[in-house]
């Protein structure tokens, strides 16, 4: 089975510092792993996604994650925060060929000015 | 393509009522999938189709919990007899069979009062 651990409910920066958002995962088969965020009353946006292949990602917005299979970590990472970075943020892991996609509890990015 | 599309965005019950949410994929998306997500969670899993066959529901998904795909175009979810309980997002997201990355509708966030 696989699972995510999140680690941080809440993250907050400041606009224009690092935003490196922390995810741990779970799985007894090479993962598929995801980032979406969500913005209120919204549904979940895919950010990135790791399949198979080069293992640094980069996504839309300007963040990109880094599949790191020796530590079972994906975490999220944009070099400078903009205000409408605000948001609620899921990474997600899925087995190849398995449809339960099984997401973490989120983390909460404020983005102060 | 207008994405995924899913109505009522809003809906307020008493409890012990009936209530049915539809859902809309991406037109060459064969695979839909259910969520249910509660305040401060991830979403979590309910049940997906591939074209218009149920192929997997979680047990999370009571039996007052009824999904159909009949044409294996648009979905509906209906909850019966609902509870307090059931009060939360419920999410649909498509993808087609070759590339993950679901695409989440924005959601319809069920009160049961």
């Known amino acids: 089975a696989q699972s995510v651990t999140q680690l941080g409910s809440h993250v907050s920066v400041s606009e224009g510092a690092l935003v490196l958002l922390r995810c741990n995962y779970s799985?007894?088969?090479?993962?598929?792993l995801f980032w979406y965020v969500q913005y209120p009353n919204q549904g979940l946006q895919l950010l990135l996604k790791y399949t198979t292949g080069a293992t640094l990602v980069k996504g839309i917005n300007g963040f990109e994650a880094e599949f790191k299979k020796s530590e079972t970590s994906f975490h999220l990472t944009k070099p400078s925060a903009h205000m409408s970075d605000a948001a609620e943020y899921f990474c997600a892991v899925a087995a190849p060929g398995n449809n339960d996609m099984r997401f973490g509890a989120g983390t909460r990015l404020t983005v102060k000015p | 393509d207008t994405g995924v599309s899913q109505d009522p965005r809003h809906k307020i019950t008493k409890r012990g009522q009936n209530v049915t949410f539809r859902c809309d994929p991406i037109?060459?998306?064969?695979?839909l999938y259910w969520y249910r997500q509660t305040l401060g969670q991830g979403p979590e899993f309910l049940t997906y189709?591939?074209?218009?066959?149920?192929?997997?529901k979680s047990r999370l998904l009571s039996d007052r919990f009824s999904a159909e795909r009949p044409k294996g175009s648009f979905s509906t979810l209906e909850i019966q007899r609902t509870e307090q309980g059931d009060s939360a997002m419920y999410l649909c997201a498509s993808r087609n069979q070759e590339h993950y990355g679901y695409t989440f509708g924005s959601g319809t966030r069920l009160t049961v009062v």
């Open positions: 189709f591939q074209n218009e066959a149920q192929l997997e």
């Open positions: 799985s007894s088969v090479p993962p598929y």
């Open positions: 037109s060459e998306h064969n695979r």
